[in-house]
């Protein structure tokens, strides 16, 4: 099972769309993936034992320096961006 990590500024409205679009998707694609949420500031404490994180290119340069794959996304709500981006991370 694949782990992803969501992260947006406060872990509520854009992190919570982003990971039910990347749920649907795994799923869709029958990739098996427990995807959390959470806000910027517990990213790092939570990054561990994570395959992948995902956010917006604005937090992507807070979230350097971690041992996990950081992907960003401009589009929360597009699969074509989610597929193409997340997803070949994940085969």
């Known amino acids: 099972m694949k782990k992803i990590l969501v992260v947006c500024s406060n872990g509520l409205g854009s992190s919570l769309m982003l990971k039910s679009a990347i749920q649907r998707a795994c799923d869709e694609q029958g990739i098996e993936a427990e995807v959390e949420h959470c806000d ?14 995902v956010t ?32 070949s991370k994940l085969q």
Do not use: C, W, Y
């Open 40 to 53: 910027l500031g517990s990213a790092h404490s939570m990054a561990h034992g994570r395959d992948l994180i």
């Open 56 to 87: 917006s290119e604005a937090l992507a340069d807070e979230l350097e320096g971690l041992e996990v794959p950081v992907v960003t996304i401009v589009n929360f709500t597009s699969q074509e961006e989610i597929k193409e981006k997340v997803l």
